[in-house]
């Protein structure tokens, strides 16, 4: 019994040996790795001396939490008019449009999806995606401005998903004749498509308050390679009203060569085509009324068109008929008055003009320069910027532009910057768009 107990102590003795060299290493590494982080200023090669070292070592923790707070205080709140923060896709958006009723906004985004968000109330927490401004907390147009940024976004109840067909990346979208259609721009390997989705059976008001999603929507009809190889640029429609237009919603696709066309927005049909003839387009858009095609290239000059309807409200042909001629440099965008009967360009030649575009073109009657605005916007070095997009207010007192992410409001009349944000968004804004009318905002509007 001896010689056993005496082999159980040796085993004990040796074991605890053992022990305690092995948790004296991870100790003594432990003591290292945390006087390593406590001292800082070791990363220093040229640390400058301190008399309290310990104060510096606890303002530097406190520095950086106050930092970070900051940091996520202004991702949080750009702008005093920043209103909502709207969430549900997870890639760049590319483009929007609010519906003509100003109820609906669609969305589309590099990850293959269109969204159709219904507005029961823009200021809802539940309700998420892009980023909104309550214009109407500044007097300057009781209305809500939308911008569309390079962001992530999570799902989230009250909106239409729509899973564009495989490969297809969406870039533009436009509604067609009401809030349950939409058609949209899609880029491909092989070219640009465009698809129109519209519901099966539309739905009364009453039912689709009823509802909790939007009704799935089917394709009513699709083009492909509606531009050969090029992408589509813009995609703008609205509804033409002008002399014996029927009121149906028609659609401009621009491509990123030279060439424009008309769709009619509820069929599909081509209703015309134009060639700009000069450098690659920058962009088009149509007038409201439906009556004037203007588009911008790499050069100085607008070219715009008129489109003629028959009497029986079809597209009978498309004429160019007007050219301004006045900037320097490229012009970089251009918007139509509400009434159609001005247009507004930006360009590179640090100017705004505002254009008269009502004349007799049919006399050789040239379109008049009404104004020429400085832009107010300029680099750290006190170089001029140009406006990458322009968006008029329906009430045509108020201009939207934009530069990267920075966002600038102006008197339409005079040039004079209402007000700014730096950093409207994080990333560059690739759209933007004043809501048609009026939407609910909680208790107010």
């Not at 962001?151 to 436009?174: D, S």
């Not at 949209?184 to 039912?207: F, H, I, R």
């Not at 007038?287 to 009978?316: H, L, M």
């Amino acid at each position: 019994m001896d010689a056993a107990l005496l082999i159980i102590l040796l085993s004990v003795i040796i074991g605890a040996l053992i022990a305690f060299i092995v948790f004296g290493s991870y100790f003594r590494k432990r003591k290292s790795e945390i006087e390593s982080i406590a001292r800082p200023e070791s990363l220093n090669p040229n640390p400058k001396p301190s008399s309290k070292p310990s104060t510096t070592k606890k303002s530097q923790p406190k520095s950086h939490s106050h930092s970070h707070t900051a940091d996520k205080d202004v991702a949080k709140k750009h702008h005093p008019l920043d209103l909502n923060t709207l969430k549900g896709h997870s890639d760049a958006v590319t483009g929007l449009c609010f519906s003509p009723d100003g109820h609906s906004l669609a969305t589309a985004c590099g990850d293959g999806v269109v969204r159709i968000f219904r507005l029961d109330d823009i200021s809802s927490k539940s309700f998420k995606y892009g980023s909104l401004l309550n214009l109407s907390q500044h007097n300057y147009y009781r209305c809500i401005f939308m911008i569309a940024i390079d962001c992530i976004f999570p799902n989230l109840p009250r909106f239409l998903r729509i899973n564009m067909p495989a490969g297809g990346h969406p870039k533009a979208v436009v509604f067609a004749d009401n809030a349950s259609s939409v058609v949209v721009a899609s880029q491909t390997l092989t070219g640009a498509s465009l698809y129109l989705y519209g519901e099966e059976k539309p739905k009364t008001t009453e039912e689709q308050k009823q509802q909790a999603k939007l009704p799935l929507p089917e394709i009513k009809w699709q083009h492909h390679k509606v531009h050969d190889k090029r992408a589509i640029l813009t995609l703008v429609g609205t509804k033409a009203t002008y002399g014996t237009a029927d009121g149906s919603t028609i659609i401009a696709s621009c491509s990123e060569g030279t060439d424009i066309i008309l769709w009619h927005g509820k069929t599909g049909k081509i209703l015309g085509n134009v060639d700009t003839n000069q450098l690659k387009n920058t962009m088009a858009t149509i007038s409201p009324n439906g009556r004037f095609i203007a588009a911008a290239a790499f050069t100085a000059d607008v070219k715009v068109w008129e489109i003629v309807y028959s009497k029986d409200g079809s597209v009978k042909e498309i004429l160019r008929v007007m050219q301004l001629k006045g900037h320097k440099s490229a012009v970089t965008w251009l918007c139509f008055s509400p009434n159609s009967e001005q247009i507004i360009t930006a360009s590179k030649d640090g100017s705004i003009r505002i254009w008269n575009i009502n004349v007799r073109y049919h006399l050789d009657e040239d379109p008049k320069t009404l104004k020429v605005l400085p832009i107010p916007l300029s680099d750290s070095n006190g170089t001029t910027l140009h406006y990458d997009r322009l968006c008029l207010s329906p009430d045509g007192t108020i201009l939207a532009a934009t530069h990267g992410s920075t966002l600038q409001w102006l008197c339409a009349e005079t040039g004079q910057v209402l007000d700014m944000a730096d950093r409207a968004h994080d990333s560059e804004i690739t759209d933007l768009a004043w809501a048609p009318t009026t939407i609910p905002i909680g208790k107010f509007f």
